[in-house]
């Protein structure tokens, strides 16, 4: 190789491609490099392809290579290089995403090195250092077996330098201890249904398997992974679960952990420190972690060995990213698994409506759990209560307050949903009506009494409560509509006896929030827990013998054609709360459409029922999953260049008679945090003719978005979830 030979280096820029460098020394692909860019000291990775000499143009170096840690590995290549076609992001900025912040960065770095020591065979064959007592100590302990850092450092304070003498030396070494994974004993048996699951998924291990394991709330889902995850560690292989947000409770670690002593977890989320995170990262890729658990962002980590992915909470939406790479971690654990052949299993109470289609055209095999597993508990009944005939007392209704005082008399346990937090959904002026609305977005700011402030729920935006309106100057403005707080202070009023919990974002901002909302609610110390949609997720708060459900109609009639599926799915999963481990169960839903199939579906606990109603519906309209959809997004401060900038990009891109384009429009949030927000959105029955029109505007994109400037953004958003 001369000096004129040239590699190509991914970058983490908003630019398409790879950029060419000098290189001097081979070096191969994946490897951590720093160069200069524009002026600035950038990381780069090594691309593949196209090393070889340099054309004639003259070329930057490549500065330094970062060899602490291996190359990156070819497959988190290969998928960061299929996420950036599929999601038409630029393919260096998709590669960064899935990397920890600290592997970004142009500097060398590597993880502390914490596996045990041991003496090597010359130094088991050395004779014992002399007369220094630390030292004396330090050979002794390592003789009798493998140590972990801590221990010898109890053993001598200078155990660190002393040990790196020996390393160099060639006596003492670190290695990879072998583990052993105890089978856990005591284990329920598993009822019939997750038998079947349990043996179809393992006899699928070694090939590729997308499978879509439906099963109510406490049918024993997790059991299934549990066990599948035994098997996968027994051969000695890895295993990747990713959760929603939200469903990553330390109550869900634990369970692991208890059940797999022994094994390394690796657990990731975004709410690591750097240190922590690449820590993680790099013991999966190495081979240390068993298992990884995380959010979306884990469905990147490398695995060497891995052999099986679990998704759970499949339908949730905080497992799709909503900047930058909008990827979504079901649909690209659904790919790694094609590519790595290996099986997937996506888990869901209540699937997405794209999975439901994906099972129902064989893409997916169905397993099904249609039992609880505690042979006591059944599903609860569901009763609708009419409120156009019930008369109110702050928002609720005679039967819903009976049921709590009812629940309340007996000691058990009842939860309240309600899908607002703050105390009321808006402040109005009831004499010139005048409303809170955001000054920056398209929204209404939300009364949090007990901070007495207006907020934008949205922005974030916050003003002081005013005492009168700001319009007519009438003192005798109002908290219209209930939210999470005005319902705590209702049923406080009502139920004066009732020691009452209120769970929402506000209440679980900090990090040991839910340790305590745990340690509460086991020791008997709540009686009502009041909340938002948290509480419909993944939490297990043990026998809850009443759930309430207020305030849920707005998604019957929504401009937003989700808004059904996620109204029914959050309401099954609410309701799945209620008559866990032998209480018998019952559900209260407050609505003034009391004869809407979605809550006639809820009460026969009809999920499949009720999905193949939306996927009708769905078809008629043309809407996914049976097109496949595509946003192009522009914002700016006004909101006229936004409109202009993507008709601009219409008159550009050749239309194709099978691809449909609506807009430019304002997105149906069409100001945000004082930005207007214009959209396209692009359908197509045929994936590919969606991706072609999308390849061809990319470009484009591009470069009308340099000659607009900065004021304007734009992105492109492959399967939104949001319009
Ligand atoms: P899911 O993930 O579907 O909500 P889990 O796996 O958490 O269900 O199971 C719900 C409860 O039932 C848990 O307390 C679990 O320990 C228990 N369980 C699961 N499978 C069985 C079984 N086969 N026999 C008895 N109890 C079980
Ligand atoms: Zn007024
Ligand atoms: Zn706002």
């Known amino acids: 190789m ?67 840690l291996p190359p990156l590995p070819g497959s988190l290549l290969r998928m960061a290089a299929f996420a950036a076609r599929y999601y038409h992001h630029p393919a260096g900025a998709a590669l960064f995403t899935a990397l920890p912040t600290l592997l970004r960065q142009p500097r060398d770095v590597a993880p502390p090195d914490r596996r045990p020591w041991r003496l090597t065979e010359a130094g088991r064959l050395a004779p014992p250092p ?15 077996s493998p140590q972990e850092d801590d221990a010898l450092r109890a053993v001598s304070p200078q155990a660190a330098r002393v040990l790196a003498e020996w390393a160099g030396q060639g006596l003492a070494e670190r290695f990879d201890a072998p583990r052993e994974v105890k089978a856990a004993d005591g284990l329920p048996e598993l009822t019939g249904e997750q038998a079947a699951a349990v043996d179809a998924v393992a006899a699928s291990l070694g090939r590729y398997q997308a499978w879509l394991l439906q099963g109510v709330t406490g049918s024993g889902k997790t059991e299934v992974y549990l066990r599948l995850i035994a098997r996968v560690l027994a051969e000695g292989r890895q ?20 059940r797999f002593a022994g094994a390394r977890i690796a657990c990731l989320h975004s709410h690591l420190a750097d240190g922590e995170r690449l820590e993680a990262w790099v013991d999966a890729w190495q081979g240390r972690a068993d298992i990884v658990i995380g959010t979306r962002l884990s469905v990147f980590t490398p695995l060497p060995r891995l052999a ?115 105390y009321a959904p808006v402040l109005a002026c009831p004499q010139c009506g005048w409303t809170s609305g955001c000054p920056h977005c398209s929204a209404r700011q939300v009364v949090h009494l007990q901070a007495r402030v207006l907020r934008c729920h949205h922005c974030g935006d916050t003003e002081p409560l005013p005492r009168a309106c700001p319009d007519c100057g009438n003192a005798d403005i109002r908290p219209l509509g209930e939210g999470t707080q005005r319902l705590e202070s209702a049923l406080g009023a009502l139920l004066p006896k009732a020691r009452i919990l209120r769970i929402d974002r506000d ?3 900090r990090k040991d929030a839910w340790d305590a909302v745990y340690r509460r609610v086991s020791a008997g110390e709540v009686d009502i827990l ?68 979605l809550y006639q579906a809820l009460a026969r606990h009809d999920f499949d029922g009720y999905a193949e109603t939306l ?68 359908e197509c029955t045929e994936r590919a003719r969606l991706h072609a029109w999308l390849s061809a505007a990319e470009p484009v994109l591009a470069r009308l978005g340099r000659e607009a400037g900065r004021a304007l953004r734009w992105s492109i958003d492959v399967d939104p979830l949001e319009l």
């Open 507 to 509: 209440t679980t901002a």
């Open 239 to 258: 295993a990747l679960v990713v959760v929603p947000e939200i469903s990553l409770t330390p109550q869900l670690i634990e369970r692991f952990a208890r």
């Open 308 to 422: 099986l992915i679990v998704v759970d909470e499949e339908h949730d939406a905080s497992l799709k990213q909503h900047d930058g790479l909008r990827y979504h971690a079901r649909d690209l654990a659904v790919w790694r698994a094609h590519d790595a052949g290996v099986p997937v299993l996506l888990g869901s109470a209540t699937p997405s409506l794209e999975s439901v289609a994906n099972a129902d055209a064989g893409r997916y095999r169905r397993l099904a759990l249609t039992r609880r597993a505690h042979a006591a508990a059944r599903l609860p009944a569901v009763r609708l209560i009419d409120t156009r005939r019930a008369e109110l007392t702050d928002g609720l209704s005679a039967p819903v307050v009976d049921a709590l005082s009812g629940a309340l008399a007996r000691r058990e346990l009842s939860l309240v949903y309600i899908n607002r937090r703050g």
């Open 530 to 597: 009041v909340g938002t949609q948290m509480l419909a997720k993944g939490h297990d708060f043990g026998a809850l013998s009443l759930v309430v459900a207020l305030g849920c109609d707005g998604g019957l009639y929504s401009a937003d054609f989700r808004a059904g599926e996620r109204l029914f799915s959050t309401l099954m999963q609410v309701a799945g709360r209620a008559g866990r481990a032998g209480v018998a169960g019952e559900v209260l839903v407050q609505t003034q459409w009391p004869d809407h199939p």
């Open 130 to 144: 002399p007369r220094q007592r630390a030292r004396l100590a330090l050979w002794q302990a390592l003789a009798g």
């Open 615 to 682: 996927l009708a519906e769905r078809r008629e309209a043309g809407f996914p999953p049976s097109a496949h959809q595509a946003l192009v997004r522009a914002d700016a401060p006004d909101g006229a260049a936004a409109a202009a900038f993507l008709q601009g990009l219409l008159a550009l891109v050749a239309d194709d008679p099978a691809v449909r384009v609506f807009g430019p429009a304002p997105a149906l949030m069409a100001r945000l945090a004082g930005r207007e927000r214009a959209q396209l959105v692009i």
């Open 2 to 68: 001369n000096d004129t030979d040239c590699v190509e280096v991914l970058l983490d820029v908003p630019l398409q491609g790879t950029f060419t460098y000098r290189l001097a020394t081979p070096l191969p692909v994946g490897t951590r490099v720093r160069v200069n860019f524009g002026g600035r000291e950038l990381c780069g990775v090594i691309a593949n392809g196209m090393n070889g000499p340099a054309p004639g143009v003259k070329l930057k170096p490549v500065a330094e290579a970062y060899t602490a």
